[in-house]
């Protein structure tokens, strides 16, 4: 099965869940749910705008914020802070995972991250704190945009 039949797969997955907890899917709502189950790189509303309007002209911004505030709701996408302090959107991930984050492209990846005992035990030695949760988002270049770069700078 190729990777874009698996993000079709996504799509109807997050339809049936939606539906089964009591939400409509609207011709609005399904543009989004579809850009964002294919997309591979974060997207700030806008651009989930943007390319949703593709599929469904009359969206309005305003459907595209409830949206994704449903969606993030359902844990079907994470909201993703970038360094500009802005929020992006992506398909939500099983599990304990963390972000890697190109700040070239946008290409997010997804990391285990199991072994931080280390870290939270000197942070919590040093602060006081108890620490219940964390999450860790990494951005730098991703390898193609690093080579791009690269590329630029030596020529």
Request: proline fraction near 2%; aromatic fraction near 8%; charge should be neutral.
């Amino acid at each position: 099965m190729s990777g874009e039949n698996k993000k079709t797969d996504l799509s109807i997955a997050w339809e049936k869940d939606i539906r089964e907890k009591g939400f409509r899917i609207t011709k609005p709502r399904k543009a989004v749910i579809d850009v964002l189950a294919l997309s591979q790189h974060a997207l700030d509303a806008s651009q989930v705008f943007d390319l949703a309007r593709k599929d469904c002209p009359s969206l309005g911004l305003v459907s595209v914020y409830r949206t994704l505030e449903m969606l993030e709701s359902l844990d079907l996408i994470q909201r993703v802070h970038q360094p500009d302090g802005c929020h992006a959107y992506l398909a939500g991930f099983t599990g304990h995972q963390h972000l890697l984050i190109c700040t070239g492209c946008g290409k997010t990846l997804f990391f285990a991250g199991e072994d931080m005992d280390n870290l939270f035990d000197r942070v919590t030695q040093e602060s006081g704190y108890q620490i219940n949760d964390h999450w860790l988002q990494l951005f730098g270049l991703c390898k193609k945009c690093k080579e791009k770069t690269g590329k630029r700078i030596n020529g």
